[in-house]
């Protein structure tokens, strides 16, 4: 005998009337999907057919759907000689259909190709909505002729990126670029499998030759950091190319990938005017903050100063990181990060040629040549203020350890001020602070890892602080006064547990100050023209947190 389903058992199935001499039971001539859970008898007499020829149900089938739509608006001066003769509108839009994978559809994320692609079009704006659509023809409905608003509802994931370029004449360039995959709904209802991508682009203004080039040059190195983020949620900054940018004052980027490490946002802004240059950066949740100021009393240094304390304060960096144990990702981010934004707008050998020729100025234009020995004792950096604070986790499930965690916090700037009076007369003080505090875990000398579920491991927190202030003050075109003050002062604290208890505390740290007043050096290295004399004395231009 046949078997009579109850609805919950069938998933969506039509009647097909039976043929003019068939004598099978209604019941047996359900048109199965291929997810129901309908099954045969195996005692029973009645043999269900799945040829198309007998006329008693249908297979679901499988079909898939290519779509585009896209609209447009074109920069008047973008149409070319042909398209102008022939009254080609500058604004159009494009809808197209295919049951074959014809249409250029992307294949992988490249925010790159799509901007390359834009601007070489002379778009000024567009729009597209893009993608692959499968769905199950029950052939209780017609075949899908297109596609109309899609809303995605199950195993649904988004890729995004997002840029915005601002010129320093003020025009604006954003993109928007958008994966989506997943199982969604059509408007009638159809469950469908999407695969689409999502673009929108506005430029307010046409851009000049150059501004295209750069844009252009941009877009090339974009791909290259989309595709290493969204595969294992990595960044290389110093690859993207901020510093080659001379035409762009601003610049604004977001990628989120679907999962894993890149299912973190991440999001760089970058800033270059007259004033001031400045970088943020979210990465993992890791927070970065770099101002530096282009104008001011720290440009009285040199290009040789300024080359030495930048290998020194990166050098410090990393010194911070091996002690605070952060990660190659975090450290290099730091590294680059300080790197870009000190880097010269002019090649270092332009600047040294300049410096050769013309003495040190005040920011007022004030030539303050007489005092240029002295000035050597300065960093010769731009000032600037650095902060990067890490995500703060708590990996050990001991309730009674809730006041551990994992930390790294990174903190140091520069200031320096001045002021002129009579004819050779200048006053200059330069401020560098610096401070640092992480926590961490280690494993046990005899283990290779840190054993949270038996408790064996070691707890570390570390600390330090330090300052340097460099004074000088001319008279009458003569050095009265050259001094350095400088502090510094770290902890470390190491507890060790073996199984939970707590087997050493060990403490260690220390606290220094020290006045250095080199103004009989600096007078006597100015008349013999023996710079190495000061830098002798004065030893670094930096501070020295851990100095004992």
């Known amino acids: 005998m046949a078997i009579t389903p109850r609805i919950s058992e069938v998933g969506s199935f039509q009647f097909i009337k039976p043929g003019r001499n068939s004598d099978e039971p209604l019941t047996d001539q359900l048109a199965r999907t291929t997810d129901s859970r309908l099954k045969a008898a195996t005692n029973s007499s009645l043999q269900h057919s799945s040829s198309a020829d007998d006329g008693t149900y249908r297979e679901p089938v499988n079909r898939t759907l290519w779509q585009s739509d896209q609209s447009w608006t074109r920069f008047a001066g973008s149409l070319n000689d042909t398209e102008v003769i022939n009254g080609v509108s500058p604004e159009g839009r494009e809808q197209l259909v295919s049951a074959s994978d014809s249409l250029n559809i992307p294949k992988n994320f490249r925010p790159g190709a799509v901007l390359t692609d834009l601007l070489e079009r002379g778009v000024s704006q567009f729009s597209s909505t893009s993608g692959r659509y499968a769905y199950a023809d029950d052939g209780v409905r017609p075949a899908l002729a297109e596609v109309g608003n899609v809303r995605l509802k199950y195993g649904y994931q988004e890729e995004t990126f997002s840029l915005k370029l601002t010129t320093h004449s003020g025009k604006q360039l954003t993109l928007n670029l958008t994966h989506q995959s997943g199982w969604g709904q059509n408007d009638d209802g159809r469950a469908l499998e999407v695969d689409q991508w999502l673009v929108g682009f506005t430029l307010d203004e046409s851009l000049s030759k150059e501004e295209q080039e750069e844009a252009l040059q941009l877009a090339s190195s974009l791909d290259k950091l989309a595709r290493r983020y969204l595969a294992n949620g990595m960044l290389d900054l110093e690859n993207l190319g901020l510093d080659k940018l001379q035409q762009f004052s601003a610049v604004s980027l977001d990628l989120k990938g679907a999962g894993g490490e890149s299912s973190d946002l991440l999001r760089i802004e970058y800033r270059n005017d007259d004033e001031q240059r400045s970088l943020n950066v979210l990465l993992h949740e890791d927070k970065l903050k770099l101002d530096l100021s282009k104008a001011g009393w720290a440009q009285l240094g040199t290009e040789a100063q300024r080359q030495d304390s930048l290998k020194e304060y990166l050098t410090l960096i990393e010194q911070s990181g091996e002690r605070g144990n952060a990660d190659k990702q975090q450290l290099d981010l730091m590294l680059d990060a300080f790197a870009l934004l000190h880097k010269p707008e002019q090649h270092p050998q332009d600047l040294a040629r300049q410096e050769q020729e013309q003495p040190p100025q005040t920011p007022t234009g004030i030539d303050v040549g007489f005092a240029r020995s002295g000035l050597t004792a300065l960093s010769g950096l731009a000032d600037f203020s650095f902060s990067f604070q890490a995500q703060v986790s708590k990996p050990n499930p001991d309730a009674q350890r809730n006041n551990e965690k994992i930390s790294f916090g990174l903190n140091f700037a520069q200031d320096t001020r001045?002021?002129?009076?009579?004819?050779?007369?200048?006053?200059?003080?330069?401020?560098?602070?610096?401070?640092?505090?992480?926590?961490?875990?280690?494993?046990?000398?005899?283990?290779?890892?840190?054993?949270?579920?038996?408790?064996?491991?070691?707890?570390?927190?570390?600390?330090?602080?330090?300052?340097?202030?460099?004074?000088?003050?001319?008279?009458?075109?003569?050095?009265?006064?050259?001094?350095?003050?400088?502090?510094?002062?770290?902890?470390?604290?190491?507890?060790?547990?073996?199984?939970?208890?707590?087997?050493?505390?060990?403490?260690?740290?220390?606290?220094?100050?020290?006045?250095?007043?080199?103004?009989?050096?600096?007078?006597?290295?100015?008349?013999?023209?023996?710079?190495?004399?000061?830098?002798?004395?004065?030893?670094?231009?930096?501070p020295q947190p851990w100095q004992r």
């Open 418 to 542: 001045g002021e002129t009076g009579d004819a050779g007369s200048l006053a200059v003080e330069q401020t560098q602070a610096y401070q640092f505090k992480a926590s961490f875990y280690e494993p046990l000398p005899w283990l290779e890892l840190v054993d949270f579920s038996k408790q064996n491991y070691q707890y570390i927190e570390t600390e330090a602080r330090a300052t340097e202030v460099t004074s000088l003050r001319y008279e009458d075109f003569t050095l009265q006064h050259a001094s350095q003050q400088s502090q510094n002062e770290w902890h470390e604290r190491r507890r060790t547990y073996v199984l939970g208890s707590l087997d050493s505390d060990v403490s260690e740290g220390d606290k220094n100050q020290d006045i250095t007043n080199f103004t009989e050096a600096a007078i006597l290295a100015e008349r013999e023209q023996q710079q190495q004399l000061l830098d002798d004395l004065l030893g670094s231009r930096i």
